[in-house]
């Protein structure tokens, strides 16, 4: 289960990526456990459009506070964590840089078990990814 120092580290990624972005897409798997009592295209709805203004933590959970609610709140259980993507461009060369806020084995992307993946405005995605299914 991911410590508390790792859910911090989760937090301050995120933040640095998303923060006063805009989410122009959302992709999220059909997953009961995880949506609990929510359809995936309604979390999708809730989601697109909004503009992350900040990334906060309470103990083990996670939240983005988006310009307008709901906000979404996320725990990572066993196994979970966050992922990102973002490219970048200097003197027209284009590279990718990828953080994990787990250890990961390949740079596969977007990573294996992945629940929730937020496109923002910037082209960087954010990835939450969770292979427990309890």
């Not at 990334?55 to 906000?71: C, M, S, Y």
């Not at 990572?76 to 787990?102: D, P, Q, Y």
């Amino acid at each position: 289960m991911p410590e508390l120092p790792e859910v911090e580290a989760a937090r301050r990624a995120t933040r640095r990526i998303a923060a006063r972005r805009r989410i122009t897409d959302v992709w999220c798997a059909d997953d009961p456990i995880v949506f609990e009592g929510v359809p995936a295209a309604r979390f999708r709805k809730a989601l697109r459009g909004r503009t992350v203004l900040d990334v906060h933590r309470h103990g083990k959970h996670l939240w983005l506070e988006l310009d307008r609610r709901p906000w979404p709140c996320l725990h990572f259980g066993m196994a979970g964590g966050v992922h990102t993507r973002i490219e970048r461009s200097s003197s027209g060369a284009r590279a990718v840089k990828l953080m994990s806020s787990r250890r990961r084995s390949d740079d596969s992307w977007p990573p294996r078990f992945a629940k929730l993946r937020l496109t923002l405005d910037n082209g960087a995605e954010l990835v939450v990814a969770d292979a427990r299914r309890l």
